[in-house]
């Protein structure tokens, strides 16, 4: 149990209260290195960066796919089709990919 007062807090000077602000102080973390340029930025993209772009299918080739995917196995008590419309076109251009490059010896 405190049986004397606190002592008191001498008030800094308004002079002491600037030149600790004008200080500064360290940061938390490391700065960040620059940005990239563009062209730097574009050369280390990976070939796993994720594009988005439409595609335009005439009604009866999304049919066909359709039909095909019927064929496939579904999961057991799903009404689901085996694969999606985006999953059976990755696999067509995966395909595709390979009989091109077999075809052209990449």
């Not at 990239?36 to 080739?61: P, Q």
């Not at 694969?83 to 990919?97: C, F, G, N, R, V």
């Amino acid at each position: 149990m405190a049986t004397t007062l606190p002592p008191v807090r001498k008030k800094p000077a308004e002079a002491d209260i600037d030149a600790f602000i004008n200080k500064g102080g360290s940061p938390t973390k490391k700065a960040e290195k620059e940005p990239k340029s563009k062209e730097t930025e574009k050369a280390t993209e990976g070939d796993n960066t994720v594009k988005f772009f439409n595609l335009r299918l005439t009604a009866g080739v999304l049919n066909r796919i359709t039909s095909f995917r019927e064929k496939r196995p579904r999961k057991l008590a799903s009404p689901k089709l085996g694969i999606s419309t985006h999953d059976w076109i990755l696999e067509a251009i995966e395909e595709k990919m390979q009989r091109e490059a077999k075809k052209y010896s990449m």
